[in-house]
């Protein structure tokens, strides 16, 4: 007689897609714009590839009702989808945002759309039967500050977040602008691991050691900051054990390191934090030691750095690829 198949473990995905229309990404592509998915679509694809055995991906995500059909499309596409998961179409257009580059790591992002954030009454219920969350603040209206509380307070599983977006400002001319985060101790009281880069950081404090302090005081078990090129610091809280272990004796003092990536070639920087990120939350929940995950996350941005777009994303990284190439 054979034995019962172990239940798979389910990861939602807090995030928002967005149409992409991309200029100035390699200057020896033309003056053409490229347009393609974006926002989420990174990070989905990068954990399409990267989540450990036993897992699937369950994607909590409003799609505008004008690209309703090209969302589906894009979720069939992945291997690791749960059955029956979807996107939850809206009556408002979706998020569009125009990326202008001036160097490979620094652009200028423009966003227009009307998809809405999550109130807790309705993702409450979507949470429920799930183990594990990576969101990610890709417009940076996905939660306002009492629906993450009310999910901090309602799920019980570790939380994996990519502050992103969420210190971006949006004026009335869509153009986007860092600024610093109303409440932010309240804010991170709300995630297990908060992930950031060095601009997004600079807007908690001038101090880094000091602004780590602060997010491992609130209860950040490990907050990791990317660096681009150099790759990524991170600073971990006395008696951390991972994304999916208990926390040891609060005792010690913060473990923090540089975990520098690989030589690359650039075709491509757009999303690399996000597949940097999505590939770290894969990795911790598959119990992997931190600086090993740090150098996985690291492999597959670049990685994604060697591609133009998202859409053959997912079979790169998992080395269906041979070549990066012009996927866009």
Known sequence: MGGTAAPRRRLGVVGSLVWDEIHGRDPSGGSLPIEEWGGIAYALG???ATLPAGWELVPLIKVGSDLRDQAGQLLRSMHRLAPGSRCVEVPAPNNRVTLRYVSHERRVE?????VPGWTWAELGPMVRDLDALYLNFISGFELELGTAQALRQGFRGPIYTDLHSLLFALPQDGLRSLRPLAEPTGW?????????NEEEMSQFGSDPMAVAAEALAAGVGLLVVTL????????????WQGLAGPAGPATGPIQTALVSPPATEVLDPTGCGDVFGATLCAALLDRQPLERALADANRMAARNAGLRGASDLSRLLRGALAT???AG
């Open 110 to 114: 423009r966003m227009a759309g009307g």
């Open 188 to 196: 991170l009281r709300c995630f297990d691991v908060v992930q950031m």
């Open 324 to 326: 990066a190439g012009g």
């Open 228 to 239: 681009g090129a150099r790759g990524a610091v991170y600073f971990s809280a006395p008696g």
């Open 46 to 48: 990068a954990l399409d």
